[in-house]
């Protein structure tokens, strides 16, 4: 039995050589799986890789995968960009002029201009990129493992939640059930007011007629057909609850539908202000059921 939530975080860190990387993962609700993932500037080969972990890893949620990079030591390649550089130097005589009180320009000046030096992207050699990006996804597979446990684990806390609602459900269809069955004289009144109605919009009415239309008005005060529905769905939401081998979420969704239908229905049969009191009772735990269902993977 294993119910997964789609909430979920993760972090690993690694590093190789001079080289160290952050795995950020979060997770939320969605309806199906949709993995955002931007890769920082030269790792934009290990995105199929990242998808199709994740695509293995969930069947659903919004995926947010953050990637952080950085060379260790603080190493790196400069190099003068010599362009600008002749373009400040050929201003200097004209900013001279223009600006007749300023002293003379500096080379420590000068060169402390942005623009005047750059970093310069240093290119791994394809085999070393090879052993980092073999590393990253190891630590990624890390991240992975970590959100998967932590949405195992708010399963197991929905579980019980849900598991009580369900619960809530059932021992309202019974008392539903028994209040229904108290009331037959209820029943019986509301049935004769509404034949005696049709029977003062409708006089010329044929008897043939009149006793269809009056089985059709009982067919829709009998709650009993809604009730083994209610019963039937109870069972269902246990089933898939306790045996869940895999993603439920969108088959509960559909079942708590089903159950509101239920109790839309048994509302607008009810005879008496009891009845409806349990109806709309049952109404509220269903939405509180279909909230929690909302975040089942």
Not at 259 to 285: H, Q, Y
């Amino acid at each position: 039995m294993a119910i997964n939530s789609m909430t979920g975080f993760a972090r690993t860190e690694g590093g190789l050589d001079d080289h160290a990387w952050v795995w950020e993962i979060r997770s939320v609700n969605a309806k199906g799986l949709d993995l955002r993932f931007r890769p920082p500037p030269g790792y934009e080969s290990l995105d199929p890789q990242v998808r199709a972990r994740v695509g293995k890893k969930f069947k659903r949620g919004s995926v947010s995968v953050n990637l952080q990079t950085r060379r260790e030591g603080g190493g790196g390649a400069y190099r003068i960009n010599e362009d600008f550089l002749a373009q400040v130097v050929g201003r200097m005589d004209a900013l001279a002029k223009e600006v007749p009180n300023a002293g003379p320009p500096s080379l420590d000046g000068i060169l402390g201009l942005r623009g005047v030096i750059e970093p310069v992207d240093e290119v791994m050699a394809e085999d070393a990129f090879e052993r980092i990006a073999k590393a990253m996804m190891a630590d990624l597979d890390k991240a992975l493992d970590g959100l998967a446990a932590m949405r195992a684990e708010e399963g197991r806390r929905l579980l019980a939640v849900m598991t009580g609602q369900i619960d809530q459900v059932a021992g309202l269809t019974e008392r539903a059930a028994t209040v229904a069955g108290t009331q037959p004289e209820a029943i019986r009144q509301r049935l004769n007011e509404q034949v005696q109605r049709l029977i003062d919009d409708n006089p010329g009415m044929p008897e043939e007629r009149l006793a269809q239309e009056a089985a059709m008005l009982m067919t829709k005060a009998d709650i009993r057909e809604e009730l083994d529905r209610l019963i039937a769905h109870t069972a269902a939401a246990r089933e898939m609850l306790e045996k869940a081998d895999g993603p439920v979420g969108r088959r509960l969704d559909f079942l708590c539908q089903e159950f509101n239908r239920e109790a839309n229905t048994l509302c607008s049969k009810s005879p008496d202000t009891d009845l409806t009191a349990i109806g709309l009772d049952l109404k509220t735990v269903i939405d509180q059921l279909r909230e929690q269902v909302q975040n089942i993977e």
